[in-house]
């Protein structure tokens, strides 16, 4: 017989003999705490604390002590609801939009609607949102939002100064209210959509402290096209025609000539034919890859840029004069003002494009070759810095 089988005999008879001698009332007590311990569950509370939620026991808690824990735990309840009480009431009931558009509705006077659209912002927690409150008002006057105006609102904004804020809204505001009085003595057959509003100065360096409110100026822009008949500026019009080299003459308008001669067209653009050697000054922003060319008295401005030359569909370029002029305000006072008119020309897309480098090809023809026609011509100004 196994060796293994033979120790292991008197064990298992030892522990039989164990077994059947236990008295009965042991082995009936054990087997009904076994049971007590498996029939007995806890339902689970949420409002209680986890001590109290456990899934099985084998004792009762006293029910003073459960009164006190689950105090302890509706109390720390609460407290968490009215703090998500107050991260929701931090939410406004409108939109900003709608919020702002009710406040200048309910004020007559802008800058006071500022000071409750502050007061919401501070009472909501919400981050500064100037640029939300100019472009509501400046669109309850004008009809069209620019890029350039809303770049210039989103700057001011990015000053936190609400010194800074108030006194652009008052020169805004001015703009606004005083509308009619700039188109009578400006440009009195200029149709609504044309009026807007442009910051004539390097909005990448507004701040508070440089803030000029004169700066800010009325603007009206015009389109050369035949739609526009009477459109133009000074010696620009519809039918202005210059000349190149041996008497090669084309027109102004929708311009198709060769693009080698864009220094001629921009030199006739800010001259005019009678005073075409006048000095004149070119600056160069490497950065944005645009010129920028002025005359003399820097009253005109011809304006190169991405915007005008990156889409063969919509080439042009942009003519602005500044003019000066008095204008009587609504309270019947005489201003002197500093009026912009930008006039559009558009430029025929070239018979003949390279398929590939396009961009390069357009900056080349219009930023590259230009400034190299003018180095060295002792009647040109070339300066290296920001444009605006």
Do not use: C
Not at 29 to 34: N, S, V
Not at 72 to 83: H, I, S, V, Y
Not at 131 to 148: N, V, W
Not at 348 to 356: D, I
Request: charged share 25%.
């Amino acid at each position: 017989m196994n060796t293994r089988i033979v120790k292991t005999i008197p064990l298992i008879f030892a522990f039989f003999l164990l077994s059947t001698t236990l008295p009965v009332r042991a082995q009936k007590g054990l087997q009904a705490t076994r049971k007590a311990v498996k029939s007995a569950k806890v339902k689970v509370v949420p409002s209680l604390p986890a001590e109290l939620a456990t899934a099985r026991v084998a004792t009762q808690i006293p029910a003073a002590q459960m009164a006190k824990m689950s105090a302890k735990a509706n109390a720390k309840l609460a407290a968490q609801t009215q703090a998500v009480g107050q991260t929701l009431s931090r939410r406004m009931p409108m939109s900003p939009h709608q919020h702002i558009k009710e406040l200048l509705k309910g004020n007559k006077n802008p800058t006071e609607a500022l000071r409750q659209w502050w007061n919401l912002t501070d009472k909501y927690h919400k981050p500064n949102m100037f640029e939300a409150f100019a472009s509501t008002y400046y669109k309850k006057h004008f009809y069209i939002l620019t890029p350039h105006l809303t770049q210039l609102f989103k700057r001011v904004e990015m000053q936190n100064n609400r010194d800074l804020e108030l006194r652009f809204l008052k020169r805004l505001r001015f703009l606004a209210e005083n509308r009619t009085q700039f188109q009578k003595a400006f440009s009195p057959n200029a149709h609504q959509a044309t009026l807007r509003v442009r910051f004539t100065n390097d909005i990448s360096r507004l701040t508070a402290k440089n803030f000029n409110a004169k700066d800010l100026v009325f603007s009206v822009e015009k389109f050369l096209t035949p739609k526009h008949p009477k459109h133009g500026i000074r010696h620009v019009n519809l039918n202005s025609t210059f000349t190149v080299g041996n008497g090669q003459e084309f027109a102004v308008y929708n311009y198709s000539g060769p693009l080698e001669f864009l220094p001629h067209l921009y030199r006739y653009l800010i001259n005019g034919e009678k005073h075409l050697r006048d000095p004149i000054t070119v600056v160069f922003d490497a950065k944005a890859k645009a010129i920028a060319i002025y005359n003399k008295d820097k009253s005109l401005r011809l304006r190169i840029t991405t915007h005008e030359y990156s889409r063969p569909e919509k080439l042009h370029l942009h003519l602005n004069e500044t003019r000066t002029g008095t204008i009587v305000n609504q309270q019947g006072q005489e201003v002197e003002e500093t009026v912009n008119f930008n006039l559009s020309i558009p430029i025929a897309k070239p018979e003949k494009l390279p398929n590939h480098k396009r961009d390069e090809y357009l900056y080349k023809q219009f930023i590259q070759n230009p400034l190299n026609f003018f180095r060295g011509d002792k009647r040109v100004t070339i300066l290296q810095q920001p444009i605006f």
